[in-house]
Every structure is written in C-alpha cells, then in structure tokens.
C-alpha cells in the first residue's frame, strides 16, 4: 500500500506538468475521429461524451487516451463501425444484447438504459451483453443507474493478466466491477475497481511514460515481483487484491460476463471480445428515495466523523473526488499527459481533421 | 500474502491435533441446543444443519463454534428465540423479509427460496432483509441458488471493524460478499469473502487459540500494524483487501444490506444488528442449463490448464476444496479444535443436554 500511495503522489507532481485542454473541445475533436472513422454522427457524439466523462473524473485511463486505439481498430476492421447493437432477447427482468461488434460502450449504454426501464417495473433487472468491444469505465454506466434513482452494477470482461490461485499464467480476466448508488451530497457513492491491484492501463501508462512501477502491482512469468511494466505486460501477471479474494472476484466476473451472455470465454476470447453484465435495483421499490438519500446522507456523515490518518487529505467515499474533479475540471480543463496529448494529435492528422484545440506540449 | 500463506499451513498442521467428530451427531447436538433454548423443533433442525454445513466445508470460522453464543443471545433475549421472519413487502421481482430479530439464518434462507421462485418467474430477482441477526457463511445462500439452476449473490452487514479510506476508526462493516454458479464438476464456483485480509472471525479463533496474527492482518488505534489480535479487536481496525478498494466493497455492501433495507445502520446498528440482500439470477433465461454447465466447465479446464506455482498443491477454484472437504469430513468426521469442543460441551451442560457424542481433548 505505501508503494501504491507514493507512486499515487508522484502521479500527481507529473500531473502538475500537464496541459489543460477545454472538456467541451476535447469532446467535439473526439466524436470527429470517430466521424472520420466510420461511425454514425450520433453514435461518435456519444463516444465523445463517453470518453471525456472519464477524464473529467480524473480517470483518465479509460479517457480520450483511447480514442486513437480505437480509431486503429475501427480502420483495420477488428471494430465494426456500423454495428447497430440490438436487444436479441428480452424476458421478464432480463434481456440479452448482441453488441455487433462494435465500440463496446455504445451496447453497454443501450444495455443500462433497458435494465433501467425494466428496474422501473418489475424492482430489479439484469441485462447482459456479447460479442461486445472494450467499453471503457464501468462507473459511467453504474453512474446512469445512479442518476435514474437506482443502484447499479456492471462487470465487463477485460484483458486476461491474473494467474488462477496456485498457477503461474494469465488465465482469469482483470474484470473491473462497480456499483453506484445516489445520495444527497452532490456525488454518487461509485466504485469502479479491478480485481487486481492496479488496472491493465496502469501498466500501459507507465510503459507511455517510461516509468517503472512498484513491486506488488505485478509477477514475472515465474511467479516472482517485478518493477519492469514492459515484462508484466509481455508475460508476467498482475497481482490480485486480497490473494485469492481477487482472483475469485475476477472469475465471478468472468462467469458473469462471459459465461452467462453466451459470448466468448478464455481460450474463445479475441483481444477485444466479451461481454458485460448490468444490473439495476429500483429503489423505490424498497423505500421512498428520499429516505433512501436521507439515510445515505447519514451514512456518509458517520463515515466521515472517523479520525483521520496522520498526512491523508480527508476521508473520502468513491465517487467523491470523481465528481469533485468533474465540477473542476469542465471549468478550468482536462489535464492531459504528453502521451495523451501527442497520440490526439497524430490521430486528428492522420484523419485529416483540423485540430481545432490547442494541444501544446 | 506469504504471512497469510504461512497462517494457513500452521494452522493446517494444528489440524492434525484437532479430534473428528461425526457430522450427524454433531447436527443432532447443535439443533437441541437450540431447541432447549426456544427454537421451534424445525428451526432447531435447521441451525443444526447450517452451522455443521459450514463445518463441512470446512469454514469453521462459521460453523458450530458460534452455537454457544447463539444460545447466550437467545436465552438473554437479544435474539428473538419465537421469531418468525415475514415477507413485508412483495412487488415485482423484489420483496422485503422482516427478520423479527432471530436468528439470522431462517429469514435469509427464506430470502433467498423466494428469490430463486422469483427468479424462475421474471429471470432475476432481488430479496432484502432488515431488523435480522448474524446469519453465519453466505454461502450457504448463493449455494441455495446454484443449487436450483441460478447464479446467486449475497452480502451481509457485519461487525464494523473496517476504517474509511483516509480515517483511524472503525466506521465499515466486514461485510462478506458471495457469488455462486453451478458447474458440471461436482462443485459449484462459491466465492465468500469479506473485504478485509481476513474475516473477523479468523481474530477471535486466534484469541481463542492463543496465538499472535500476521503483520497485514489488523492496525491498531494509530493505524499501525499489529501483531495483538487482543489489540486489534479491542481498539483497532482490520486491513482491507487493495486499501481503498476493500474499503469500497465494505461500503457497497453497508448501502445493498444496511441502507437499502430500511434496517439499521451504522450509528444505528446495534452489536447483532444489520441487513442482508441476496439476488438470484435463472441461468435458463439466458440459456439452456446444459450449455451454461458446459461452458462453465471449459473455464475450469482453461484455469486448471495454467503451470502451478513451485510448491502449490494445485489449481483450485473458489468452492472447490469446500466440495472436497464436505465428501471427505461427511465419512470421518468433522476435525473441530479444542475451543470449539469445549465450549460445546459447557453449552451442552449448561443445558442439561446429554452429550451423547464423544467430544474428547
């Protein structure tokens, strides 16, 4: 954990060296990559969206970073940019979405929208997704449950980097899970974790920006730590949290994503394949929902009476300092690293799209 | 996690000293300590099944070496010995159990039976449960639901015993989560865990037996580790699993059982207070039974296809060796320690019940 805080801290002093650049333009130059690359007008606005809404959380592991991928993907065919995602099945308070292939978030978001209608109706709903992409950070779509007055919860499939509990190769998916539920405080409660100690694009950013990373976020290929992101990725694994907790909550994802939609599972699985699950609960099934924020807003009271640790900001919940970041960032910009700042600017010419917004170094 | 594997192989060799007892026996003792103590004859049956279950598999920590307090709790009147856990709220594909203060286990179970028939009807369901006691291994829940075709979930509140993220005092609960899914092997996947490094009940075994606790297992008042399983339950606060993400899961879990509810929670929630919620899901909504089970066994081959790991005894998966155990201990017997023997021998006296099984030193 010291070794996570530190690199944390260093994390935020490189921040300092970075760029804002304005959410709104960001948005507009994002949707035309994905203009330009095949998609739907609307369909590239939302990705837009999409996109920036995890940077503007700060997250910017699932942001704007991967619109250039993306894009690649989408040229080289392994992504469909006409997928129509369609509802293939709907019975009861559950429903199956076939996501065509395409950006994974654009079914994952249809998926919500439905477990949402249906939470409205029967109290409780579950819809799963396949043949789906990458879809990005999971607490965007908890987040639309959140905002629709219910708790949500989502899982997808992702990168299989963590060895089963005893072996030493990738065998079990680094499948983030997360759950939101509103409160009155202006945030909603949102955790959205991998089962391992740091997600995959931790790995991938420190290779970006050549750094090396702490001892207990990943193994070599014999089983021992290494501080080397280049040889994690190549044929290490990363570590779970918790030992074999982490890896159970990583296998339970994959039953759920990938066994329960009928999509592809382990050795059938392609780089960019899976599903997803999401769940909506209704909450005023169960009470009022303003007694739910109420009792919420208690909560978050009583957590936050504790002590706080010598040299720790504050007492924070998920979701919190997201949404703190959010309000800051969409009015002063989005720090973006030079990675980031440079792939933009090579996509935006490759594409032949004017980069409209200022992207210094 | 080497601390915690090395408690793990001391403890198995203290195994070898513990004396067997027969499983039947051992359930027929356990259900009349809680027949003399006010249980109706069917809920004696019960617990008598459920706490030796979680013997079986071999997850002592929540099997009969909590009967002795149960029956404390029943006879001093904090747990309601005549309850009788009613549905109070019946909408859709969700309900609210009312545990009438009893022992915990009746009015989950109940749950979740009405979760899965709800399940059967609309594909997915959610079951809360408020004013209910502590409900042992949620296991044995999300096994109820694999059991009869679905994949289940199931979380509870526990002893707040976990800091905030940031904070020194306890303020989140070691809240178990579980997930179960059948399998075609003899087993079915079951994932029980609480968001800490190690249950709480793993603290008080320590006490009982005398023994110090890994470094990584507990902090005291001033957030340092501790070795003093005295300390840490008196004053400290127990690890999380991955710091914030622990944290974060303990949180999920206080809003799914605690605030959903309607039960108490936090400053509210009393010592055997506290809400469980358990979701089951109908594999056959989404897919044939047969082919979910098939798929499912693949994933366990491609798990098990991994390298072991130099001196691991192989690739299990979560629910596994609990299977192994439950047909081994069911022929010769449940090795319980010494603590557990005596302190039922003290109950079975203290009730002036016949200790008809042999429970030597």
Known sequence: MTDLHEHREASEQAEAMYRRVDAAKLEVLVAELFRRAGLPTSNAAFMGHCLVDADLRGVHSHGVRWAPTYVRGLRAGHINPQAEPKVVQDRGATAIVDGDRGVGHIAVKMAMDLAIQKAKEYGTATVSIRRNGHCGAMAYYTQQAADAGCIGFAATTGGTMIAPWGGL?????????????????????????????????????????????????????????????????????????????????????????????????????????????????????????????????????????????????????????????????????????????????????????????????
């Not at 994503?257 to 050795?267: A, E, F, I, T």
């Not at 978050?300 to 979701?319: E, H, N, T, W």
């Open 169 to 361: 190769e990738r065998r079990v998916g680094l499948n983030p899970i997360s759950w939101a539920a509103p409160t009155g405080r202006g945030f909603s409660f949102n955790l959205d974790m991998a089962p391992s100690v740091v997600a995959g694009s931790k790995i991938e950013m420190a290779i970006a920006r050549g750094e090396k990373i702490p001892l207990d976020w990943a193994f070599d290929a014999e089983g021992s730590p290494t501080d080397d992101p280049v040889l994690a990725r190549r044929e290490g694994t990363l570590a779970p949290i918790g030992g074999p907790k982490g890896v159970g909550l990583g296998i339970a994802a994959d039953i759920l994503c990938g066994v329960l939609s009928g999509g592809r599972y382990g050795p059938e699985q392609g780089e960019r394949g899976g599903g997803q699950i999401v769940q909506a609960i209704d909450i005023a099934h169960f009470q009022p929902l303003e007694e739910f924020l109420a009792r919420m807003d208690r909560m978050i009271d009583y957590l936050k009476s504790a002590r706080v640790r010598p040299g720790a900001p504050g007492i924070f919940l998920p979701g919190e300092l997201e949404a703190q970041r959010k309000r800051e960032y969409r009015e002063r910009g989005i720090p973006l690293d030079r990675p980031t700042r440079e792939a933009l600017r090579a996509a935006a010419a490759e594409a032949g799209v004017a980069c409209e917004i200022e992207l210094p170094d």
